[in-house]
């Protein structure tokens, strides 16, 4: 069922509400806004996190870093696969009202939350794999020029998950505010 049906739909029902069986009924033939991208995203850094789980004691020498690094990244990478599954469950379980427009007020509150925590995990993932390489190397002044590079690309990235996070909220908005009319 395409927006504009739904809209119909429910001005039709003067704007009652409808039940959360119907709720339910009509999101199990479309998904809410942006859903499809969190998805998504979710499967391929799941994917991305488990492949390097699995390769990185081999091929980033793991045996060679302390036994703190090595925790302290097999944590965030945890974390975040942790933060998906949450994500996998806000996706895939948006009815959360009574009625069309309470249920994406409270969506709506929720990828607010979600966005917020997976920007920090993100930075803190990053900030925890950067130290993790970093742990055993010796700084020269090729490595300093490396990690000034790094260091820039870092609030390039926050940037980036916010302005997609933010599209994201928007999507959600409009949806929101076209059913308020």
Excluded at 52 to 76: C, E, M, Q, R, S
Excluded at 155 to 178: A, E, F
Aim: proline share 3%; aromatic share 12%.
């Amino acid at each position: 069922m395409d927006l504009e049906n739904l809209k119909s739909a429910y001005q039709n029902k003067q704007k009652t509400g409808f039940s959360k069986e119907g709720i339910l009924k009509m999101i199990s033939k479309s998904n809410p806004p942006a859903s499809k991208s969190i998805r998504v995203q979710l499967i391929i850094e799941t994917v991305f996190w488990t492949v390097f789980t699995a390769v990185y004691y081999d091929i980033f020498d793991g045996h060679l870093k302390p036994v703190l690094w090595n925790f302290l990244l097999l944590a965030a990478v945890c974390f975040i696969l942790t933060h998906n599954a949450l994500g996998f469950k806000l996706v895939n379980n948006p009815i959360n009202g009574e009625t069309i427009v309470e249920s994406l007020k409270n969506y709506q509150g929720r990828i607010k939350t979600y966005a917020m925590v997976s920007i920090v995990s993100r930075v803190l993932a990053i900030a925890i794999l950067l130290g993790y390489f970093m742990s055993t190397i010796t700084l020269t002044n090729q490595k300093i020029v490396s990690l000034g590079f790094i260091a820039f690309i870092f609030p390039v990235q926050i940037y980036l998950l916010n302005r997609v996070w933010k599209n994201r909220k928007d999507q959600i908005n409009k949806v929101l505010v076209r059913l308020q009319e």
